[in-house]
């Protein structure tokens, strides 16, 4: 999994209670990539990170926040989760921009009751 | 209408059949073309990456481009079971975003 790991692997939560998801990388790449993977929708972007400290949105970012101190960690934070946010969770990585090969984790699959 | 389709299949052949998988898509400003590999419960695998039209083969696999008719190809040759999977199509253009296709599941038979 080109050296990325995610935590937890799995994780059932309530609806309302906050749940933050962890991306840790030892490749030294700049961009990190947070998606969800859905039945019919297939990988979509939440959010991405082009460096320390700076982040954009994807296109379902609504309901969801990133943050990035350190260059091997991205952190997804779901602040009140919902069961609309029950889904596959991966992480991915390039060195360069969106352009550039993605390497993506083993995923975090989290089920909001 | 989705940028990227890919029919989801599922898609069963014998061991040693040759495979083509296929995904249409609508952005002309797409210049870079991946197909990846997804095992059940596990993360994409990068099968191939192209840039621009053209062929390009890596083993038993070959990833073909057309941009005139937005068309978009991965054949495997020599099918094996271990190919089992689902492969997803995915395009770029010059920005950080992929566009994916839903995958389709691929289903070899011993």
Known sequence: ?113 | QKEVEQDPGPLSVPEGAIVSLNCTYSNSAFQYFMWYRQYSRKGPELLMYTYSSGNKEDGRFTAQVDKSSKYISLFIRDSQPSDSATYLCAAASGTYKYIFGTGTRLKVLA
Not at chain 1, 32 to 45: I, K
């Open chain 1, 1 to 113: 999994d080109a050296g990325i790991t995610q935590s937890p692997r799995h994780k059932v939560t309530e609806t309302g209670t906050p749940v933050t998801l962890r991306c840790h990388q030892t490749e030294n790449h700049r961009y990190m990539y947070w998606y969800r993977q859905d039945p019919g929708h297939g990988l979509r972007l939440i959010h991405y990170s082009y460096g320390v400290k700076d982040t954009d949105k994807g296109e379902v970012s609504d309901g969801y926040s990133v943050s990035r101190s350190k260059t091997e960690d991205f952190l997804l934070t779901l602040e009140s989760a919902t069961s609309s946010q029950t889904s596959v969770y991966f992480c991915a990585i390039s060195r360069r921009d969106g352009t550039d090969t993605q390497y993506f984790g083993p995923g975090t699959r989290l089920t909001v009751l």
